[in-house]
């Protein structure tokens, strides 16, 4: 069963048209990455799937219903970019107010304790630090013990343990069976936790499928040596892409055929050094599918 269906929506505000014609499923269940650049239509697709606002062409539907219908609402979680907190209230009472709109929430507790939040829970949220009021929207947002949750960049601002507390709190709400799609620009988290990366750019989905699948499609390999050959010979190896080489000589490049580069490079008979040849990652295949041009455009001597 899909949990969320977005169909041939349009979204524009006046002259700007932030989503065009974007069709998007996600199955209940599923963590999902929403990714793209800045402007891509993220915000705006969450913001359609929240109910806060309506599509100007096209449907969207969460659950089954329309997400701008009261009880349908009330099943999903949000956690905005960024979020009003009540300055005057503690972590605690924050939480449990926010509990009291909710027919069956969490114990105030564990949606405490899923944020990493019991050791402030005591202080005012308007004295918190920013990765903690990142924790407390987080709180917020799951208190409700909603079916699906749409969460925009959450990990921006929170420290390195923060963010691990963090995706090991959204792996427990999958494994309990919910529903995340989330946005972020910190692909290698995406690569680790998502079930499914949809890829986004000017408000249409450009990619979409396991993170293991858009590495092998947009993917290859990076390599990386030292030699004497300039930017323009280096450009001129088979599938070169992206190529990069600074002043002392040492080359980088992307190359969906790393073989076919290195026999070419081996043919060359020109001597090199340091040769490392690494898997591409998904900021990698992220890269080479938003490039505003083709992979000849982005190649730079460093
Ligand atoms: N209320 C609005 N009025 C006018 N333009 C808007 C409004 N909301 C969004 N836009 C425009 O729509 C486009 C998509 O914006 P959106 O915030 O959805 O992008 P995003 O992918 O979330 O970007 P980011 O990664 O920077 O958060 C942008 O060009 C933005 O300027």
């Known amino acids: 069963m899909n949990a969320i269906e977005l169909s041939g929506v349009n979204k524009t505000f006046g002259r700007v048209t932030a989503l065009r014609d974007l069709n998007l499923s996600v199955r209940a269940g599923e963590l999902t990455a929403l990714l793209g650049p800045n402007g891509a239509g993220k915000t705006t697709a969450i913001n359609l799937m929240l109910g806060l606002a309506a599509p100007s062409a096209g449907q969207v539907r969460v659950l089954g219903g329309n997400p701008r219908d009261d009880v349908v609402r009330a099943r999903i979680g949000s956690m905005p970019q960024e979020s009003a907190l009540p300055p005057a209230l503690t972590v605690r009472e924050a939480v ?9 929430p969490l114990p105030v507790a564990q949606a405490l304790a899923l944020a990493d939040l019991e050791g402030v829970a005591h202080r005012r949220s308007g004295a918190l630090s920013g990765g903690q009021k990142r924790r407390l929207a987080f709180a917020l947002a799951a208190v409700g ?6 969460i925009d960049e959450p990990t921006t601002g929170m420290d390195a343990q923060s963010r691990l507390a963090f995706w090991e709190a959204v792996t427990a709400l999958k494994a309990a069976g919910r529903t995340i799609l989330l946005t972020t620009h910190y692909l290698e988290e995406a690569e680790r936790a998502a079930d499914r990366v949809v890829v986004m750019n000017a408000g249409a989905v450009l990619a ?8 092998s499609q947009a993917g290859g390999a990076r390599v990386s040596f030292t030699s004497d ?3 323009a010979e280096l450009r001129h190896l ?3 892409e992206d190529v990069r080489v600074d002043a002392q000589g040492h080359a980088q490049l992307r190359t969906g055929a790393p073989e076919a580069l290195l026999r ?5 008979d020109v001597p090199f050094s340091n040769l490392e040849v690494t898997r591409a990652s998904l900021e990698d295949a992220f890269l080479s599918l938003t490039a505003p041009a083709g992979p000849a455009g982005k190649d730079v001597t460093a």
Do not use: H, K, Q, W
Not at 208 to 215: K, Q, T, V
Not at 264 to 268: N, S
């Open 145 to 150: 013990n909603p079916e699906v949750l749409l």
């Open 96 to 104: 449990t107010l926010l509990a009291s709109f909710y027919p069956a």
């Open 264 to 268: 070419a490079l081996i043919a060359r």
């Open 238 to 240: 088979p599938g070169a």
């Open 229 to 231: 050959l300039v930017l």
């Open 208 to 215: 979409d499928g396991s993170p293991e699948a858009l590495r």
